[in-house]
C-alpha cells in the first residue's frame, strides 16, 4: 500500500478515536466527580518491514485536575480538594471515585448512591441513624455527637496513568501498582462537578471532525489517482 494511503488511514483511525474520548467526555459533563479523559497519539516505526511505515499508537489519560465544588449542605455530600480518591468496595473489588454522594443505610453503614459500602482506614465505622448530627473534618475523622466513628480511607496515585478506567466507568488502581498517602482534604456539604469545560470539548470536537474529513478526502484523492494509473 502507498505510504499516503497508511497515513490517511492512520489519521482517520487517530481522529475517529479523538471524537469517540471527547463525545464521552460532553456526554459526562453533568457527572458528579468525572474526570474528563485525554486522548494521546505518537508515532511508532518499528511495526512493519519497510521504515518509512509509521504506525500511530493511541492511548487515553485521566485528566485529574479539580473540578468546581457545589454546595450542598447535605449531611452526607462529600468532596474532596485536592489529589485523591474515596475508596468504595464494589462486588468485583476496590474502585476509587470522586463521587462523594453519599448516603447512610437503615443499618448504619455508609454506602455510595448504588449500594456500595464505602471504605475506612481500618474496621469499617457504624454510625448510628437516630443518634444525632454527623461531623466529618477536612482529614476524614467522622464524630457523632462528640465520639470518634472512625476516619474515611482517601488514596492518591503516583501518576494518573497508574489508574484504568473499567468498562462501568469506575476508577481502579492498575496490577502491579500501589496507592500513596493522600493530602485531600474533605469538604463536607459539598459535592465535586465534573472537570469538563463543555464549550472547550466542542471546539475540539469539531476540530477533530475537520481532520477526519480532510484525512478522507485525501485518502479519496489518492485512491482515484491509483485507479487512473492502472487503468
Known amino acids: 500500500m502507498n505510504i499516503g494511503l497508511y497515513r490517511t488511514v492512520a489519521a482517520m483511525r487517530t481522529n475517529q478515536q479523538r471524537v469517540e474520548v471527547i463525545s464521552s467526555n460532553i456526554a459526562n459533563a453533568e ?4 474526570k474528563r479523559m485525554l486522548h494521546v497519539a505518537h508515532g511508532s516505526r518499528n511495526w512493519a518491514q ?4 509509521e504506525q500511530v499508537v493511541t492511548g487515553t489519560t485521566l485528566d485529574l485536575q479539580q473540578g468546581i465544588l457545589m454546595h450542598t449542605s447535605q ?3 462529600l468532596a ?3 489529589d485523591g480518591f474515596f475508596l468504595v468496595e464494589s462486588p468485583d473489588g476496590e474502585v476509587m471515585t470522586r463521587r462523594g454522594m453519599f448516603s447512610l443505610s437503615a443499618e448504619g453503614v455508609l454506602t455510595t448512591t448504588d449500594g456500595n459500602p464505602v471504605l475506612w482506614d481500618g474496621s469499617r465505622g457504624r454510625i448510628d441513624p437516630g443518634n444525632g448530627r454527623v461531623l466529618v473534618s477536612g482529614s476524614g475523622e467522622v464524630v457523632q455527637n462528640g465520639q470518634a466513628v472512625g476516619r474515611l480511607r482517601i488514596v492518591a496515585v503516583e501518576s494518573d496513568a497508574d489508574i484504568e478506567v473499567d468498562p462501568n466507568g469506575r476508577y481502579r488502581l492498575r496490577e502491579g ?3 500513596i498517602d493522600s493530602d485531600a482534604m474533605v469538604q463536607q456539604g459539598a459535592l465535586e462537578r465534573a472537570n469538563v469545560q463543555t464549550v472547550d470539548e466542542l471546539v475540539e470536537l469539531i476540530a477533530a471532525q475537520r481532520s477526519f474529513e480532510m484525512a478522507s478526502q485525501t485518502f479519496r484523492l489518492i485512491s482515484e489517482s491509483y485507479q487512473r494509473l492502472h487503468r
Open 177 to 179: 501498582k500501589e496507592y
Open 50 to 53: 519497510h521504515p518509512s511505515h
Open 75 to 77: 449531611e452526607f455530600d
Open 80 to 82: 474532596l480538594e485536592g
Open 31 to 34: 457527572t458528579l466527580g468525572f
